[in-house]
């Protein structure tokens, strides 16, 4: 995705230093990025390890009280829960299983750890909601194809993660130079340069070569390597399967209608099974936000 073009020094207005900077460092990488909380990593590196056991993965989730409560509560949310409510973490890590587990320690990592920027809470509360309908749609989505459920819900939740990091780093900007931005001006430019961002952190938390590039290109999908090029159709057809779930809550309105849906071989009634998961689909993305 191309950055944009910068007008010629003697025409720029003053506010624009904040956004050629902005532009300067993502560009270059030159930027601060998060690193995983210490307890989120190591439930992801014990869920990897073939030696740990439920109980290793649960002990080290209790460790941390708000990772513990958040899974608590997506376990019990319209999704994930089942007849019986789940009641410990011992019982959340055995019924749900290590993959699950690994996705949820890493949404609740990036809810408080990445999706956090001050006096920008509702603009990024409402991309850390998107990001995760998006990745429980993802996941949906990859049932038959060759892409397990797993890392297509990572790609899924991953996708627009540049989105906060650039704001907290244009509002860092903005005050050491003393400019006062608009809004909607700093929301546009963020959006214009998310998807390199967000590559560069998936190779820092050494997510996957397909989370990395499906989120340089998910808004492109056709720029995409023809071998990694199913992940950035997954996660743009989620992207509009999740503004429908969460613009209509119980799955009422009209079916979603994609581009991206005809290109992965989806008609109207396969689309139409997809928007009856809106409802329980919300339900949980309520339960963590």
């Known amino acids: 995705m191309a950055l944009t073009t910068l007008p010629p020094r ?10 050629a900077t902005l532009r300067q460092r993502a560009r270059t990488g030159d930027l601060e990025l998060p690193v995983l909380p210490a307890s989120a990593a190591e439930v992801i590196r014990l869920t990897h390890d073939d030696r740990a056991t ?6 080290a989730i209790r460790r941390d009280v708000s ?31 290590f993959g699950e587990v ?19 809470e509702v603009d990024v509360r409402r991309t850390f909601r998107h990001s995760f309908a998006a990745a429980l749609f993802c996941h949906e989505l990859a049932r038959g194809r060759a892409i397990s459920g797993e890392e297509a819900f990572l790609v899924g939740l991953l996708h627009d993660v540049g989105e906060p990091i650039l704001i907290q780093l244009a509002v860092d900007l903005a005050r050491s130079y ?6 909607a001006m700093l929301l546009s430019e963020v959006h214009s340069l998310h998807a390199e961002v967000g590559e560069r952190l998936m190779r820092l938390w050494k997510i ?16 995409a390597p023809p071998e990694l090029a199913l992940g950035a159709r997954l996660v743009a057809l ?8 969460l613009a209509s809550g119980d799955g009422g309105g009209p079916i979603p209608q994609s581009p991206h849906a005809e290109a992965l071989g989806i008609g109207t009634e396969a689309l139409r099974v997809l928007a ?7 339900g949980t993305v309520d339960a963590l936000t």
């Open 10 to 19: 003697g025409e720029r207005s003053p506010q624009l230093r904040t956004f």
């Open 54 to 59: 439920p109980r290793h993965v649960a002990a």
């Open 67 to 97: 990772l513990t409560a958040h899974i608590l509560r997506i376990a019990n949310s319209p999704l994930y829960r089942s007849s019986s409510p789940i009641h410990s973490l011992d019982q959340a890590v055995a019924r749900l299983g």
């Open 102 to 120: 690994r996705n949820l320690a890493l949404t609740v990592a990036c809810r408080t750890r990445v999706f956090s920027v001050r006096g920008y």
């Open 178 to 183: 003393g400019e006062n931005l608009p809004r």
């Open 208 to 223: 996957s070569e397909l989370a990395a590039t499906v989120t340089l290109f998910h808004h492109a999908p056709h720029l």
């Open 238 to 245: 989620a992207d509009d399967l999740a503004d429908f779930a």
């Open 276 to 282: 009856t998961r809106a409802s329980s689909i919300r």
